[in-house]
T-cell receptor, first 114, second 111 residues
Framework: ETGVTQSPTHLIKTRGQQVTLRCSSQSGHNTVSWYQQALGQGPQFIFQ???????GRGNFPPRFSGLQFPNYSSELNVNALELDDSALYLC?????????????FGEGSWLTVV | QKEVEQDPGPLSVPEGAIVSLNCTYS??????FMWYRQYSRKGPELLMY????GNKEDGRFTAQVDKSSKYISLFIRDSQPSDSATYLC???????????FGDGTTLTVKP
């Protein structure tokens, strides 16, 4: 148990729809990173939020957006869903960015786009 | 070319075998080197973590980092069926806040 919880665990959406995924970080952590893991691939960094501000972004289009709240929980929003957005979305929390063994992952949200 | 390349597998070994999993990387800024285990597409579970070069041992697991060759390895001794999973290598720079992952190697240990 890492103390990082994600919801929902599974969901199915139709192409063109919008989705919101949620993450509660481990107690005391102020940084949340989101990753996309497509089938057969490793997790790919989407973006990171530190103290409610975006603090780094990977190679993902603007239709991937996020929020971090004062309690440091976070949301990932994806607009105009495409079939290739089908993946496991992972949230990782840490303190002040974190490195190595101080980054804790949740169990992920499975998104299927049909 | 990807920053982190991992031997793709899949790998199938008999119980009790020694397993070697390997990754290479290109970014010299990487200082933290991690190995994660992932079961049935659940969240990655941190298995081993090394800072900079050297070896680290934890029970049946040994992680090696050779920064001069930009090469990392994970060795599993006396492999067990419960070790069957996908193993991901990951790396990060100091306080980078993000990790760069390999694509994983799926290991099956047969009884």
């Amino acid at each position: 148990e890492t103390g990082v919880t994600q919801s929902p665990t599974h969901l199915i959406k139709t192409r063109g729809q919008q989705v919101t995924l949620r993450c509660s970080s481990q107690s005391g952590h102020n940084t949340v990173s989101w990753y996309q893991q497509a089938l057969g691939q490793g997790p790919q960094f989407i973006f990171q939020y530190y103290r409610e501000e975006e603090n780094g972004r990977g190679n993902f289009p603007p239709r991937f957006s996020g929020l971090q709240f004062p309690n440091y929980s976070s949301e990932l929003n994806v607009n105009a869903l495409e079939l290739d957005d089908s993946a496991l979305y992972l949230c990782a929390s840490s303190l002040n960015g974190g490195s190595g063994n101080t980054i804790y992952f949740g169990e992920g949200s499975w998104l299927t786009v049909v | 070319q990807k920053e982190v390349e991992q031997d793709p597998g899949p790998l199938s070994v008999p119980e009790g075998a020694i397993v070697s999993l390997n990754c290479t990387y290109s970014n010299s800024a990487f200082q933290y080197f991690m190995w994660y285990r992932q079961y049935s597409r659940k969240g990655p579970e941190l298995l081993m973590y090394t800072y900079s070069s050297g070896n680290k041992e934890d029970g049946r697991f040994t992680a090696q980092v050779d920064k001069s060759s930009k090469y990392i390895s994970l060795f599993i001794r006396d492999s067990q069926p419960s070790d069957s999973a996908t193993y991901l290598c990951a790396m990060s720079a100091i306080q980078a806040g993000k990790s760069t992952f390999g694509d994983g190697t799926t290991l099956t240990v047969k009884p």
